[in-house]
């Protein structure tokens, strides 16, 4: 198959890591941004290719595990009316807020609906006058344009029954607070190429003069990774610090104009709360207040958004990449897919999920 | 953040997960595994042996006969290449003829909703004698009940089947060896993507159609042709990865697969990339596993080919490795492969 065959190539990828151990000379350690990359990272063992003086951390490119459990609260509280039915992604319906997830209140009889798109959701509140449709919209860049372009639908279709309870995220200001911790140890990024497909990359080059690292934009097959790598590792050995897009059959420079275009007409920038990170200013969107009718926020107003509870959990150093999974005392013990305390051991871009899948001797049925 | 034991009751774990019935629980992997352990095993003091096919062999003395059943609860009813119907016959007879047996007789038990078009029902009733004349079986019994608007989904078909056994040794999981070869009899992922497109409106164009299908053909031709079975296994719900890790935890040995060697059609491997869903994992009724013995590969497979050209030998069984079931190697790195743990979800983004 075209475009999949030719990037999970052996021998290529043989080459591509060879490559990688003559360039590196000492210890580099590389933060992978997005949860698809660490999933293939893991999947294909990409990791254990690499020289051991090579370090790979995993980032908080995760949608579903920075969405912090206060919302996931907001939406059980929202979906527990009668009136009320709330979709979201499948992935989203597994995570714990703190007192139960989405899908514990399905089983528990709330009308919960996993949908692909909420321009499903746009449909099913068509389809259902009589019931109050709420999309739990979450994501980076990458979903946001089709949460944007949900409110224009349903503004369009003069919707009355629709409206999103809006928790999505933006990647830059998350690298800005991780490169500004104390406790960093990031030297270069590997950008997540399906962000940067929708924002471009602009915003990147401030990042990498500032804090003086290399950023390269990488792709999600096991060729690109490894090309990711290479990339980054010989900026860091020739001391450079630029910005490099090494998905070029993906991601132009600005980005996707019509998708930025939606985003900036429905969303303004706020402050936001990311699980496991805290409060990071200028890395959420809310709607403006144009579209004010279709904010579950306003039109829930009595539903408030806990702040984050302290639990043992530690998906917050996780999503640093100050610590890795199986570094975790509770990983695949008391914290497994089935009982997960923390949202990176559900999603299926959760570093600890990969970890558990392909990192762990499967334990007797 | 350091780990505190003592604050561990605060966790948000899911309330939900001890005592209710969720979906996963009948998803084949994990939840599934534990139902059957803890709730149906200890209630029918089933064997160990029962549980290790697809059907029970009940016989006692000459000709035996294999004897399994099941329940279709697939949504939508119709879907490409098949329906509810087709998959309540063909599921039936294949976990027969994964025992080696000849499909005798299905009973066929319906539970439809009220209101449920008539005109449907029919549809689905002429589908399922087509496909029993097809697999050379005779609907012998059956039963109707309707329930209220609400309590049922259209319409849900339980089927049971009997079966006689025509292979000379019993074709179970313990009958594999290291060595032996594990042959797939076709392309995987049909069935699952099919319906996954059909239920959420996927227009991927061309369609996928589900590889529903007899396959006892195949198997008779396999005794017929005087190969060593040491076991079969149809790669229904939870795929090819499922069958894969329960014959090597049956049978006490590691399974080594290789991706490369795996067939997945362009549509079915597309639907899975757009969506994040790995074809390993997705439901097939028309595909199974060989394993046969080591000085049988190349002829298995060559009459599997007459079957169906993308028969393939994808791996070998090998000596137990620790606690691995089953291992692929990919792009020259090697992984354990798991049961799944609950639904597999399209990702996000």
Known sequence: ?365 | MTFRPASYGACPVPANSADRIEMAHGGGGKLTQRLIDTVFKPAFAFSEEDLTGDSAAIGRSGSELAFTTDAYVVQPLFFPGGNIGSLAIFGTVNDLAMSGARPLAVSAAFVIEEGFALADLIRIVETMRDAAAQAGVRVVAGDTKVVERGKADGVYIATSGVGEIGSRTPIRPQAVRAGDPVIVSGDIGRHGMAVMAARESLGFEPPIESDCAPLFGPVSALIDGGIELHCLRDCTRGGLATALIEIARCADVTIAIKQAKIRISDPVRGACEILGIDPLYVANEGRFTAIVAGGDADRALTILQRHDKAAAIIGVVCEREGRTDAKIETIGTTRALDLQTGEQLPRIC
């Open chain 1, 1 to 365: 198959m075209r475009y999949v065959d030719e990037f999970r190539d052996p021998d290529a990828a043989r080459r591509v890591a060879d490559a990688i151990a003559a360039t590196v000379t000492r210890a580099w350690t590389i933060m992978e941004i997005c949860g698809g990359q660490t999933h293939a990272i893991v999947r294909y063992g990409i990791d254990r290719m690499l020289p051991g003086m090579l370090s790979l951390v995993h980032g908080p490119g995760c949608p579903v595990c920075v969405t912090p459990p206060g919302i996931i609260d907001a939406a059980c509280a929202i979906a527990s009316r009668p009136e009320v039915t709330l979709c979201t992604f499948g992935d989203m319906l597994r995570v714990p807020g703190h007192e139960q997830s989405l899908l514990a209140a399905r089983t528990g009889g709330a009308d919960v609906r996993m949908v692909y798109s909420p321009l499903d959701a746009v449909e099913l509140a068509r389809e259902n006058p009589e019931r109050e449709v709420v999309f739990l919209a979450i994501g980076f860049e990458t979903t946001a344009p089709t949460s944007a372009m949900a409110v224009l639908q349903a503004e369009r279709k003069g919707l009355a029954n629709f409206s999103l309870l809006s928790s999505h995220v933006l990647v830059p200001p998350a690298m800005r607070q991780l490169l500004g911790d104390p406790t960093n140890r990031v030297q270069g990024f590997l950008a997540a190429g399906h962000v940067c497909a929708v924002a471009g990359y602009r915003d990147y080059h401030a990042i990498a003069r500032q804090f003086r690292i290399p950023i390269v934009v990488t792709g999600f097959e096991p060729l690109d990774i490894l090309q990711g790598i290479l990339l980054c590792v010989r900026q860091l050995e020739e001391n450079r610090a630029d910005v490099e897009n090494q998905y070029r059959r993906a991601v132009r420079h600005d980005g996707n104009r019509t998708a930025r275009a939606a985003v900036g007409q429905v969303f303004e920038v706020q402050g936001q709360a990311w699980r496991g990170m805290g409060r990071i200013e200028d890395s959420g969107l809310a709607l403006r207040s144009r579209f004010a009718r279709f904010d579950a926020f306003k039109r829930f107003p009595e539903v408030r958004v806990p702040t984050e509870r302290q639990t043992p959990c530690i998906s917050g150093e996780v999503l640093r990449g100050v610590r890795k999974p199986d570094e975790c005392p509770m990983f695949g013990k008391l914290c497994t897919p089935e009982h997960p305390l923390g949202a990176t051991m559900v999603s299926s871009e959760g570093a600890c999920a990969a970890y558990y899948r392909y990192r762990r001797a499967p334990e007797a049925a």
